[in-house]
């Protein structure tokens, strides 16, 4: 299996802009988290989807972002509009059904720099 | 709420020396997951080892282990002849029923040749 994909793998854009990241999850995989990495906050939690249905989103910061998961192989993380204070690592993860046999496998991040 | 906390921000081992990197963690929760991820500078998170609340054995894989202590909540990995190429982030986190993950800020290892 090639992993978890994201795309892109690093994007730098200017304050306003609308940015999009992506992900596919590794097949079969039913559960699917994007997470946010930064210096200050470490690791975040920003929203889980299971069998493409949004679960919990309490971790998304605030309107400008938000996600999608249109089918088993694709999801989406929008950011509109972008500020500086969004640049951070963004990773994809995705699980199967069943927490107890299978954990978290990550994707390799994209790296968002918003000037 | 469930927290993770790595009390070491640093660690440095010597080639082929074994290094101990702490986590603790705070729940009420009996039984739930705990991992050891690996981000090397690719940024790639990488599985070390995971447990299972509810098993005793400490779990093994190769040149990795813990030691769980569930009543001190307290999981400890331990890297057996480090190689240059454990040198790397090292997140200890914790999950329970809803697939909640909960990372600790990371101990940064460095491995001498």
């Known amino acids: 299996d090639a992993g978890v994909i994201q795309s892109p793998r690093h994007e730098v854009t200017e304050m306003g802009q609308e940015v999009t990241l992506r992900c596919k999850p590794i097949?079969?995989?039913?559960?699917l988290f994007w997470y946010r990495q930064t210096m200050m906050r470490g690791l975040e939690l920003l929203i889980y989807f299971n069998n493409n249905v949004p679960i919990d989103d309490s971790g998304m910061p605030e309107d400008r972002f938000s996600a999608k998961m249109p089918n088993a192989s694709f999801s989406t993380l929008k950011i509109q509009p972008s500020e500086p204070r969004d640049s951070a690592v963004y990773f994809c993860?995705?699980?199967?059904?069943?927490?107890?046999?299978?954990?978290?496998?990550f994707g390799p991040g994209t790296r968002l720099t918003v000037l | 709420a469930q927290t993770v906390t790595q009390s070491q921000p640093e660690m440095s081992v010597q080639e082929a020396e074994t290094v101990t990197l702490s986590c603790t963690y705070d729940t009420s929760e009996s039984d739930y997951y705990l991992f050891w991820y690996k981000q090397p500078p690719s940024r790639q998170m990488i599985l070390v080892i995971r447990q299972e609340a509810y098993k005793q054995q400490n779990a093994t894989e190769n040149r990795f282990s813990v030691n769980f202590q569930k009543a001190a909540k307290s999981f400890s990995l331990k890297i057996s002849d480090s190689q240059l190429g454990d040198a790397a982030m090292y997140f200890c986190a914790f999950m329970y029923n809803n697939n909640d993950m909960r990372f600790g800020a990371g101990t940064r290892l460095t491995v001498k040749p």
């Open positions: 097949s079969g995989h039913d559960y």
């Open positions: 993860a995705s699980s199967k059904l069943v927490p107890s046999t299978d954990t978290q496998y």
